[in-house]
């Protein structure tokens, strides 16, 4: 598996794996509202933030991951010298392969590199999987960060401390 940065050719493919991986816990939103458009809008996410795509070797877009820098307009919960990431999403058809965790391992890597201090994040209630995966790699749940964005949607808070690093 390689991952690297999404080109503007990537963009769409990444848009419609996004929104099929989000597909499950969307409660039936129309394809083209809301919050949909925003798992869709790939080339803005990489203006405005880093996206980063986990392809095969055959150069098969098996997902992605927003890392959300500090002034990006994606961040949502991460404190100054805190990292965050958004919209982790894996193809239907590569779930269950290691690729979730090889783009989460990759922020982290990202962020500690960075000198950030941990790492926070939020996950729609639903999204079970992706808890386990988090608690895995050491993330707590943070409920005072908890929110909704929108009547009925339940966001739940994640937040991985780093040690310090010997220097």
Not at 43 to 60: I, P, Y
Not at 136 to 156: C, I
Request: proline share 7%; aromatic share 8%.
């Amino acid at each position: 598996m390689l991952l690297r940065l999404a080109t503007p050719d990537d963009h769409e493919v990444v848009g419609s794996v996004t929104v099929a991986a989000y597909d499950p816990f969307l409660g039936g939103e129309r394809p083209d509202t809301g919050y949909v458009e925003q798992l869709r809008d790939a080339g803005r996410r990489a203006t405005e933030a880093e996206l980063w795509v986990a392809c095969s070797a055959d150069g098969t877009i098996l997902g992605s991951i927003t890392i959300c820098p500090e002034g990006s307009p994606w961040r949502e919960l991460a404190r100054p010298g805190e990292g965050e990431f958004r919209m982790l999403a894996v193809d239907p058809a590569a779930q269950g392969r290691g690729v979730g965790r090889a783009l989460v391992e990759h922020a982290l890597t990202h962020f500690r590199s960075d000198g950030a201090s941990g790492v926070v994040l939020c996950s729609m209630a639903e999204m079970t999987s992706a808890h386990a995966l988090y608690a895995t790699l050491g993330f707590a749940r943070e409920p005072a960060l908890d929110w909704s964005p929108a009547p009925g949607v339940e966001l739940l808070s994640f937040r991985l401390t780093f040690a310090p690093q010997e220097s």
